[in-house]
């Protein structure tokens, strides 16, 4: 696992809730999923509730169309019951948060959350023939409801077993996801091309002052002729190499998709994107294929094209300051200056996009910070990561849900030590 800093789009999540200690093994005949585990949520949203089994849900929302996905190991052909875990409120409006589920793409017909009890219940979806080897589940929405909460599934070929309470999943251990392979549509990425370089050759420029220096030397990156950082800290014997990896450095510019508009959901600290329909992702396993989003509409580079500027030149524009000027892009020129100013221990990078044609517009830049997670010491991403509790997945936080710094690593211990914030 590597990290990478973005000052636009951050990555984070809320630590999970402890929860009760799992036995050693689970018979293998029963299969046990937690439903924020599914390895696609399409449009549902995670979501933080002490009532479900772990602390954690799915929650559907309200104009959701793409289903959650994610495939599980059954060990041998035969007979399975399926139980569901979903939430209802007796006395609000029961039986309207619905969902119902897919097994290898057909939908069963059993329509969960109608339970009528205050809060979180098993419900028996029924007795299904499974085949050994893959089995593709998916949550989908039922048509005029809203708020659906699924917390867990069950598949058992113990047709006697009765699941009851909070806990109930626990007494077996989750069934490891099997990974859905992606044959078609358009999945959110970042792009970070290549750099090829000696790290140790003349800068072609540079900023210092009492604390830190900043040098740009020569590279070649994505076989275009480039310029990289280097970082050096001062110390009592000198400047002393802040060993960043200047291959993680990225300067990003992100044009969004026609009508795409910022939605902020109560249900997460993350905002949400609306119209993204062209980001759609076809997965397939054994001889199932279903469509969803990728990753959701909380990632920053889900909402539209992203593409990667490049530095073309750097020109020094005084002791304390310089120019970055980068090749052009499809929609615009980039430009960016580092500063270091006199008694700050800090440098400020500032981007500057000029369009050439009218639109929506996010810039961003990966810190060259990348480093393998057994070589960091402590991490904090307020407010949603503290230590090494990484999310599962990728998500954007804005930068209003956290102060500044926003991104604090430390690598190495004692003398060695060197704390990074962006």
Known sequence: ???????????????????????????????????????????????????????????????????????????????????????????????????????????????????????????????????????????????????????????????????????????????????????????????????????????????????MRAEFYPVKRAGKDSFAPRLKIKTAGGFKDAKINAGEESYQVLEAAENVQMHTSRLSYHPTWENTPFKTVTLRKGDVEMKTTPIGKNLIWNTGFGKEAIVKSVRQLSENSVELEFYPLENGTLKARWALSKNENYIR?????????????????????????????????PMMVMGKRFPKGNYSMRQGA??????VMQLGKGADAITMGI
């Open 1 to 211: 696992m590597r990290l990478a800093f973005f000052s636009a789009a951050l990555l984070g999540a809320l630590a999970a809730f402890a929860a009760e200690p799992k036995p050693p093994h689970t018979p293998e005949g029963t299969i046990a999923i937690e439903c924020e585990d599914f390895e696609y949520i399409g449009d549902w949203q995670v979501f933080w509730d002490g009532g479900s089994s772990n602390g954690r849900n799915l929650v559907m929302q309200s104009d959701a169309r793409n289903p959650a996905v994610t495939a599980v190991n059954i060990p041998h052909d035969g007979k399975y019951v399926v139980w569901v875990r979903s939430r209802d409120y007796e006395y609000d409006k029961p039986g309207v948060r619905n969902f119902q589920i897919s097994l290898d793409g057909k939908v069963q017909d059993k329509i969960f959350g109608k339970h009528g009890k205050e809060g979180y219940a098993w419900e028996k979806a029924g007795v299904v023939d499974l085949k050994k080897g893959p089995l593709v589940l998916g949550l989908h929405n039922v048509p005029g409801s809203t708020f659906g909460r699924a917390d867990a599934i069950v598949i058992s070929d113990r047709l006697n077993i009765n699941l009851t309470g909070t806990f109930a999943i626990h007494r077996y251990e989750t069934s490891p996801i099997v990974r859905m392979d992606v044959v078609g549509g358009e999945a959110a990425e970042v792009n970070i091309s290549n750099i090829e370089g000696d790290a140790s050759a003349k800068a072609a420029a540079a900023i210092s002052n009492e604390f």
């Open 349 to 381: 990078a500032e981007m500057e996009f000029t369009p050439n044609k009218d639109g929506n517009y996010s810039l961003g830049y990966f810190f060259p910070a990348g480093e393998n997670i057994e070589n960091v010491d402590e991490l904090l991403m």
């Open 402 to 407: 956290a102060p500044t710094p926003m991104s």
